[in-house]
């Protein structure tokens, strides 16, 4: 193959948080793995001029342009990266696929069913073309949840029984601590049901092989009012001591469902948990065994294996970070660990790999509209109660 085909020319829309942890998965993937296809960081987009100059300067990508549309038209870009608010990715997504740019776009896929079905559609007629849709559920590509996937595939846990799902972060649980996009539902869509709830209904279907059939949930705002934010980096700003916004999304959602094999599972999401800055906590029961993952633990996966002499049986506690493991080989010897940027940058090897072989990534945009779907299903249930409502 020659260099001309086997490079990719990024075009990245947004470079806050996410941008600036994409960013550093597109440029360090090509460095620690042999990718088929390499990514080259073209351009960023952003609204103001001079920040974006210099978040591109700071972030590594060649060009700054102030409108994202300029990506579209541009030769030397093939995938458009959308790390944008919620109210954006629909309308980057749709007109990039119809350009006939590939597109990984950050999650929640949007914020609703409809704008996520409209993206699922133009993802698929994309496909016929060979471009290709992926979604950001980057918590799939921890090594430790790898590893639980594949130990649930080859059957080690047998029938699931019960997932046990949370998402617990405390960043909002300061009532003074300011408003964020993230708490605007115009922009959002909802708020820790969408911002970190998808997530856990992502790898609780991910990990068991399963879909949600039904849910049933209540969601919750604690603090309807907070300051203005006048600055803000990464989830933290500076309050505006004048000014204060409403809060029109969900601060934290708790919700049950039935997956298709049979189990039960529960979820709890919450920006209000003092003290847990990124729990993710999934603990899987089966029949012949469970596992249990933390992520603030995230180089450890617990396995028990209830086929063993129950006098020595005990959850065992895996290091993911042998060779064997899922991704691990790349890095470093057994025991050094990795951390959260990691699991972009296999998100960028797994998308790279996907797209020089002509295969369709994962989580695609169908599986994102399967997630929004579920969020929608927990948002009718609570406006209505609590009541059950059917996915099927
Ligand atoms: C905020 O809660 C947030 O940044 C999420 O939006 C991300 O998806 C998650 O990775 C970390 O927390």
């Not at 996966?301 to 006098?311: G, I, K, N, R, V």
Request: aromatic residues 8%.
């Amino acid at each position: 193959m020659s260099t001309a085909t086997s490079e990719l020319g990024v075009g990245m829309v947004g470079y806050a948080f996410m941008g600036a942890a994409h960013s550093q998965a597109w440029r360090t993937a090509p460095r620690f793995f042999d990718l088929p296809l390499v990514p080259r960081m073209r351009a960023v987009a952003g609204r103001d001029g001079a920040a974006v100059r210099a978040a591109a300067d700071r972030l590594g990508w060649d060009d700054a342009v102030t409108g994202w549309q300029e990506l579209l038209t541009r030769d030397d870009v093939g995938l458009v990266d959308v790390c944008t608010p919620g109210d954006t990715h629909a309308e980057i997504a749709v007109a990039a696929l119809e350009a006939g740019k590939h597109v990984l776009c950050e999650k929640p896929l949007a914020n609703t069913v409809a704008e996520a079905e409209a993206m699922s559609a133009a993802a698929e007629a994309a496909a016929q073309h060979g471009v290709r849709a992926m979604v950001g559920f980057t918590y799939r590509r921890v090594p430790a949840v790898a590893l639980a996937r594949q130990l649930v595939q080859e059957g080690r846990i047998g029938e699931v029984r019960h997932v046990r799902a949370q998402y617990l972060q405390d960043w909002l649980a300061d009532p003074k601590a300011p408003m964020s996009w993230r708490l605007d539902k115009q922009k959002a869509g909802s708020g820790a049901l969408g911002d970190i709830g998808a997530h856990v209904v992502d790898l609780a279907q991910h990990v068991t092989g399963e879909s949600l059939t039904g849910v049933s949930g209540l969601l919750e705002t604690f603090v309807h009012e907070r300051p203005e934010a006048v600055s803000s980096s990464g989830l933290s700003g500076v309050a505006d001591a004048g000014r204060t916004g409403k809060v029109t999304v969900d601060d934290a959602a708790v919700f049950l469902g039935r997956l298709s094999g049979g189990g039960l599972a529960t979820f709890e999401a919450t920006r209000f948990a003092w003290g847990r800055k990124n729990a993710i906590r999934l603990e899987v029961n089966g029949s012949k065994g469970s596992l249990a993952f933390d992520f603030e633990d995230m180089n450890l996966l617990h396995y028990y294996d209830a086929t063993e002499e129950s006098a020595v049986a005990g959850f065992r506690r895996i290091v993911v970070t042998e060779p064997e493991h899922p991704y691990v080989a790349a890095w470093w010897p057994p025991g050094h660990g990795l951390g959260y940027e990691h699991a972009f940058t296999h998100q960028v090897v797994d998308l790279m790999g996907d797209l020089a072989a002509g295969r369709q990534p994962t989580p695609s945009f169908a599986d994102g509209l399967r997630v929004q779907r579920v969020l929608d299903g927990v948002e009718r249930s609570a406006a209505g109660g609590g009541g059950w409502v059917s996915l099927a």
